[in-house]
Nanobody
Framework: QVQLVASGGGLVQPGGSLRLSCAASGRTISIVSVGWFRQAPGKEREFVGFIRGSGGRGYWRDSGRGRFNISRDDAENTVYLQMNDLKPEDTAVYFC??????????????????WGQGTQVTVSS
């Protein structure tokens, strides 16, 4: 079993930055990739990006391209989502997920077996 705890959300003004954390515990050695998703009120959960354990690469959807960066600290079993130049449309609950099967479709939330509880990000002046 893997447990994930997402944190770091809050209220930020447009143009500001936040760094979200996803701390893993339990059988962390089984984690292959960690993904970030977000869900705004009344909308479906949508893909933000992921990072693979082997290559350490991160990807993000078009709306975050150039503004979001995913990184990891293996010693701390933590994955970070750095978000810069935040916009009101980035307001959502942000979730991190972990998958252990080496999925190739990491943009799909169904590929993740474990989820954190979510952290609220509100971008408003």
């Amino acid at each position: 079993q893997v447990q994930l705890v997402a944190s770091g959300g809050g209220l930020v003004q447009p143009g500001g930055s936040l760094r979200l954390s996803c701390a893993a515990s339990g059988r962390t050695i089984s984690i292959v990739s960690v993904g970030w998703f977000r869900q705004a009120p009344g909308k479906e959960r949508e893909f933000v990006g992921f990072i693979r354990g082997s290559g350490g690469r991160g990807y993000w959807r078009d709306s975050g391209r150039g503004r979001f960066n995913i990184s990891r600290d293996d010693a701390e079993n933590t994955v970070y989502l750095q978000m810069n130049d935040l916009k009101p449309e980035d307001t959502a609950v942000y979730f991190c997920g972990a998958e252990t099967k080496g999925s190739g479709d990491l943009w799909r939330s169904a590929e993740y077996e474990y989820w954190g509880q979510g952290t609220q990000v509100t971008v408003s002046s």
